[in-house]
Every structure is written in C-alpha cells, then in structure tokens.
C-alpha cells in the first residue's frame, strides 16, 4: 500500500483501528481516484479487501498536505474486530536473498518481509503489531530499521524482520540437549543428517524430525523410535523440478506447492521413482511432499559454500513428537521429550508462541481439499453467511481435533491440535481454548460441545461453561459434520451424506453411514448402513478381521480354516471370539461406513493383522483400486429396505459373495474397484430415495470417508450426471477437523 502511493506521489497516513484499516490521503482527486481502483489488483499475498468505504473528501492547501506516508499507532475501540494473520511460506524475493552472496541476507535462516514469515505464531497479543510479538526481544539494527521505516521497501512495517546481526541464532546441541559450541550449526546439522543421524528441527511453528528420506536405515531407525510402523512420512524436496523426477505434478498441484499457504500435498509417485516409498509410505504409491516453507528448511537442503556435504534432493520431514502428543513447542520440552528419537537438535532462540503443523491438501477432480488445515490457512477466519449475534467457543471432536471461535458473521477455526489421547494433547486444548477469546478480545456467551459426553473436548467445554456461568449447547456428530460443509458453502438447508468412522448417535448406538435432512434449526435421519458388530469394542477398530468374523457370524457363515489363515487368527483365538460374539461380551453395533471399509479389507488380505493408524485398513484399500487394470470386476450386490421410515442400507450379499469366493491376491485390484463401486451405488440409493420428497435440495458429503477421493470422484460424477447439485469441502476438512466449525454453525438455531 504504501509503496502504491509513494508511486503515485501520495502522502498521509494508515492506521489499524478497531479492526479496519483508516486511511488518510493527500494528492490530487485523479490520483487518489486512480490509487483506490488499483488497490484490490495491488494486494500483496494472504491480504483480504471486504471492500472500501470513504468516510469523506475535504478540499485542502498545499501546506496542509502531509510530507511523508506514516503508519500510526494501532487504536482499538468498542466493537474491536481484529484478525489474527496466517503463517506464510518463504516468498521468492527472500528465497534470492538467502541464496545470494552479495546480500546482507546470505545464509540467514530467519529472513523474512511483509509477504511471508511468521504470524500466528510469533504473536502474544493484538493487534499484531512488533512489540507484542516474539520479535520484541530482538531490538532492529540500524539497516533493518532503515527498511522497516522505508515506505519503498518491501519490508516496510513489516513486523517480524530481522538479519544476522539483530536476529534469532540457530544453535547445535547433543541427544540430551548439551550445547555444542561449532561455528555454524546449520553445516554441522546438514553433516549429521548425511551420516544418518535424525535432527530435531525447531522450524516455524514447532519441532520437526528430519533426516535423508533416501536412507533407508534412517528411516526404519525413525520408525522404531518413534513407534510408527505404518503411518506414512511426509517430505520435503528440493525443488519442483527435483520432485517432478518422482511425482506426477499438476498444474493445479504445483501452484499449491508453490503458494504462500505451501501446504504439504498428496501426490502419486512414478513408477521409475527411486525414492524408497515401501519405507516412506507403506502399502501406498501416493506421498505427501512439500517444498522448503523457510530459509531454514531451504537451507538444510542445499549445499553452500564451505559446506563439505551435498544437497539433498529430499528430506523426511514429520513431526516433532512421541505418538499421540503434540508436537514439541520449546527447546527445553523437546530435550524432554524427544530423547531417545533425536540424534541432535538445531534449536533457535526466537520464541514460538502458538504450536502450528504443516497443512496437509490434496488435489481432487482439478479441486483442492484440505486434509487438515494448519499453517498458512489458520487462523483465517470463514465468513458466515448471517451475523450470530453472540459468540461462540465449539470444542471440536476426540480426534484431529480443532476448535472453533465465532462473532459476528465470522468464524475463526483454530489450527489442528490433533488427537486427545496424551495429557500433553488436552494442555495444548486448552491453551488454545482459553487463549482464542483472550487473542480476539471476546467472552463466549455459548460452548457448543458434542453429545458424547466421554469426549476429553466435551468435559472442558463444560468446564468452561460451568466456570462462564454460561450454556453448553449439546451438537450431534454427523450433524456437525453437515454443517460443516453447508457453513462453508454458505448453505441454510441440504440434504447430508455423512460416512466416518464412528459418532455417537442419540439413541446410543454408533453412527457413522447417515442420510440426513439438515435446516437451519435441525436434522432428521433419513436413512443408514446397517448395523454390525464391533467385536471387542475398540479392539475392533485396531484388528479390522474381528469385524469381519462378526459380519460373517451374523450372516450364519463359518469361519473355517482357510478364512482363519486369510486373517491371521489361531484356533484358540477363534473360539475366544466365538464367546464373546454370543455373549456380546464388550460389543456393539455400529451403522459406520469406514467399518464397512476396515471389514472388507480385512477380507481381501490388504490390512495389517493390527492397524497401526487411523484409517489404515481403508487407506490401503483406496491404494489397491487405483492399481486396477483390469475390466472384469467381481458383482457385489446389497439390499434396501425401509423401517420405521428410515431407509437402510444392507451390504450383507456383499459380505456373503466375499466369503464364497475367497479372492486371490492376482484379484485384489479389482476386487477393491467392484467394493468402491458397490459403497458408491449404495449411497446413490440413499440419496435417490431421501430426494423423492425434497427434489429442490443440494447434497452435501461429510465424514473422514469422504477423504477417499477413488470413492468421492464416482460419486461426484455420477451426481451430476444425474443433475443433483453437490458440495464437497474445500478449506475445511471432511474429517472431525471441521467438526467445530459445524458445531458453530449449527447453534444459530440454539438458544
């Protein structure tokens, strides 16, 4: 902006004042005319323009006429609306510095301008202006302060610059956190990867772990560690030509690569790939890669002068924490948590305020989705379609969990706090919980919680209700799910296809295959999968052939010996199960499609005995259908009726045709495309018979299923060929990560 005016021989003054930006502008009529319409084409990356409004045009003297263009102190005010900024990828102006010897930037890990760096989490209070961030500690030297005050430069006002004489330092520290003093930490962390060392990376918002992803005893000693034997790495490459080398990239891809969101994106590997994706992505042909996000990432993978070791083409690069915790925050915490992964640290001294992960997208049918939205999308804010008229704290769900603050006609989706299954994990809940109000300056009038009352996110909401004397309004799972989709498509009514994984339904039993009619002050359940029995509970869900031997059992079929060496399950076992099927010993039903998908896999020999992650069993299944060749599939059938009025879905003859034919492994492909097939028919019938009496409503589709894009894409075509309007999601998740964002919106008809 101000670079726009001094070029237009502008002057005056802006200032950020409760939560708009007041301009003050001095020239002539054409040229501030001419500097209004070209501010929205001017815009520099992540800045959002609502609109302009001018408050008044007053006739003045030339010796009024200010001399310069000054940015004034932020003031706030009654109705304060304030913005907490999104983290940006490196832009490509500082990527040139860095890498340049001729400017005062080379080699400085921490370079940054108004167009990328930290934000979200370098901030302490608002509005976001230097001294309440994690900047203040580090007074601007004498160049950095020329440019800061520079309307010319791009790093004018901007608040988190700094260079190698006033800026944070990296330091070099053993496996438990002893500093080794070495003349540069940087060449000697590059070293010790190159050895086969994992290093402890404190980037941007967080530690990461990282080594050489084309080590492959690096890599299997990072799985052991860390007790991941399954779940897939995600890794940075050099650059996009080097990940062209080994990925399918599409346009659409490489510009999301390349954005200043930067997200970590799925891709499909090429066959000629020398990566070692048996070790990176096991049972996958697919990779989540993204490329250097900070100089400090850009830096450990390339070689530079007086730097003994090569470039690396790619790094792994996964989260700096112990199963199920958060990733590590501070350098001290990661000392504590992280011995006995890390080899070393590369540690800094500039203070990390709000915990961030890497984004995780995923390009479908040309469209980009976000599997979990994190830095460079949050804490963004998504525009509601009608003011609330209160604020609003949702809580979220159990897994990927996030929590949402809305005011007015917007709503601020934290980013992914992740799975609450650790102490660690519920402390950053609550951090977050208690510190959004604190940041956006807003008291909850109301707590949006799900129904589930075992949820560690349900108890603290009430917990904070109970403590702001104020209500907790109860949220059904899939329902959140709807609205999730329907908020960020800004839709009042819709028909709701939800499948996850499991969600507590009111009548006690789990949901998870639901058809549900949602409007603004309610839902109906229109129709559903079938119930089966989860034998053992959640031990079901971790050893997906139990389902199968339940859904078996509950069509009168045996489990005979070739069925028993197909899954893995001894004799004793077998009969172990047996008692506890007919006793219903530590069981339940569950109506959840991703069950569906866990049972079926297990029966074609493409799940592990034991699932290591969520989704694992199903996720491999997807990997099978996209190798198919062939154009001989296998006929599954189901059944339809109606009860009650509600309309179900049953896959019995589908189990039954599996267990008569016992396919080979040659078959599995196409075994795995007819299943995605049948899954995709079966929802079409739910959505045909619930549109035989509300013709006029779009589809929406919800659910952590629905991050199966083999399935979505079916289903998505056949919609439309069909002529039924559909929305899928887009910047928010399909999984429980947009669940607090339904919540939300799902109390406008609350009271």
């Known amino acids: 902006m101000a670079r726009i005016m001094a070029g237009a021989g502008l002057t005056g003054w802006v200032r950020n004042q409760s939560g708009t930006v007041r301009l003050a502008i001095d020239g002539s009529l054409a040229a501030v005319d001419s500097f209004v319409a070209r501010l929205p084409e001017e815009l520099p990356p992540k800045a959002r323009l609502e609109g302009v409004h001018v408050i ?20 706030g005010g009654d109705s304060v609306r304030i913005s907490i900024p999104a983290d940006l990828a490196m832009c490509e102006d500082c990527r040139s510095e860095v890498f340049n010897p001729a400017s005062r930037y080379y080699r400085y890990p921490f370079t940054t301008c108004t167009n990328c760096g930290p934000r979200y989490t370098v901030v302490e209070s608002m509005p976001y202006d230097r ?25 004018f006002h901007a608040e988190s610059i700094a260079c190698s004489k006033c800026g944070p330092q990296l330091s070099w520290t053993d ?104 070790m990176l992505a096991p049972g996958l042909s697919n990779l989540g890669v993204l490329l250097p996000t900070t100089p400090l990432h850009a830096l450990l993978a390339e070689q530079m002068d007086n730097d003994p070791t090569e470039s690396f083409d790619f790094l792994l690069m996964t989260s700096g924490n112990r199963s199920g915790e958060p990733i590590c925050l501070t350098n001290q915490e990661a000392f504590e948590r992280l011995e006995g992964i890390a080899d070393y640290f590369l540690c800094h001294n500039r203070g990390i305020n709000l915990r961030n992960d890497d984004s995780l997208a995923v390009v479908n049918s040309g469209k980009v989705q976000l599997w979990r939205r994190a830095r460079g999308y949050a804490p963004d804010s998504i525009k509601l379609k009608h003011s609330l008229g209160r604020t609003v704290l949702a809580m979220g769900a159990e897994l990927k969990n996030t929590i949402c603050l809305a005011f007015g006609d917007e709503a601020v989706l934290s980013p992914h706090i992740g799975n609450l299954e650790t102490p660690e994990a519920l402390d950053g809940l609550e951090q977050v919980a208690t510190g959004f109000p604190e940041y956006f300056g807003k008291t909850p009038d109301i707590i949006a919680v799900d129904i589930n009352p075992d949820m560690h996110s349900t108890r603290l909401g009430r917990s904070i209700a109970k403590k702001l004397n ?123 499609a991703g069950r569906v998908f866990d049972a079926f896999s297990a029966g074609m020999g493409i799940s592990p005995k034991r699932v290591s992650y969520e989704g694992q069993a199903a996720i491999w299944q997807e990997d099978a259908a996209l190798k198919c060749n062939s154009a001989n599939f296998p006929n599954l059938a189901f059944e339809t009726r109606t009860e009650n009025g509600l309309f179900v879905v049953d896959l019995a003859p589908t189990f039954q045709t599996l267990h ?17 097939c049948t899954i995709v028919k079966a929802s079409l019938a739910m959505i045909e018979f619930t549109l035989l009496e509300t013709t006029h409503l779009p589809v929406v589709l919800s659910g952590g299923v629905m991050m199966n894009s083999f399935f979505v894409s079916r289903l998505v075509d056949q919609l439309k060929r069909k002529k039924i309007e559909v929305y899928t999601h887009h910047l928010v998740p399909p999984n429980d990560g947009g669940i607090s964002l339904g919540q939300v919106y799902a109390t406008r008809g609350a009271e």
Not at 204 to 228: E, P
Not at 559 to 580: A, F, P, T, Y
Not at 660 to 676: N, S
């Open 660 to 676: 008569r034919e016992l396919p080979e492994k040659e078959e599995i492909p196409a075994w795995a495309t007819a299943f995605h």
């Open 175 to 278: 496996s438990k956190g002893n500093l080794i003093p070495v003349e540069d930490p940087l060449v000697e962390a590059r070293l010790a990867i190159s050895r086969g060392n994992i290093v402890a990376v404190r980037g941007l918002g967080g530690f990461l772990l990282t080594a050489d992803a084309t080590n492959r005893d690096a890599l299997n000693k990072l799985r052991n560690r860390k007790n991941r034997p399954a779940k897939p790495f995600a890794v940075m490459a050099r650059n996009l030509e080097v990940l062209s080398r080994h990925c399918f990239v599409s346009d659409t891809e490489k510009k999301l690569l390349c954005s200043s969101e930067s997200p970590i994106v799925v891709l499909r590997t090429l066959p000629e790939s020398t990566l070692p994706l048996n």
């Open 56 to 75: 008044s045009r007053v006739t003045i003297q030339k010796h009024e006429v200010a001399g310069s263009f000054e940015i004034l102190v932020s003031s």
């Open 470 to 592: 104020i209500p907790a309004v109860e949220v059904q799972h899939h329902y959140a799910h709807a609205m999730s989709v329907m908020c960020e498509h800004q839709l009042e009514e819709a028909l709701a296809l939800v499948f996850d994984g499991t969600g507590l339904g009111p009548d006690g039993t789990i949901w998870g295959g639901e058809m549900l009619h949602v409007h603004r002050n309610g839902w109906k359940r229109l129709a559903t999968l079938a119930p089966a029995e989860l034998l053992g509970g959640d031990a079901a869900v971790h050893r997906p052939a139990r389902q199968l031997v339940a859904r078996f059992w509950q069509q009168g079929l045996t489990v005979d010996e070739r069925w028993c060496n197909r899954l893995g399950i001894s004799e004793h076992e077998l009969k172990l199960w047996k008692i506890q099927y007919d006793r219903r010993l530590n069981s339940f039903t569950s109506h959840a």
């Open 131 to 155: 001294e309440r961030t994690a900047l203040k500690e580090f007074p601007l030297c004498s160049d950095c302060l020329s440019e800061y005050t520079n309307p010319l430069d791009r790093r």
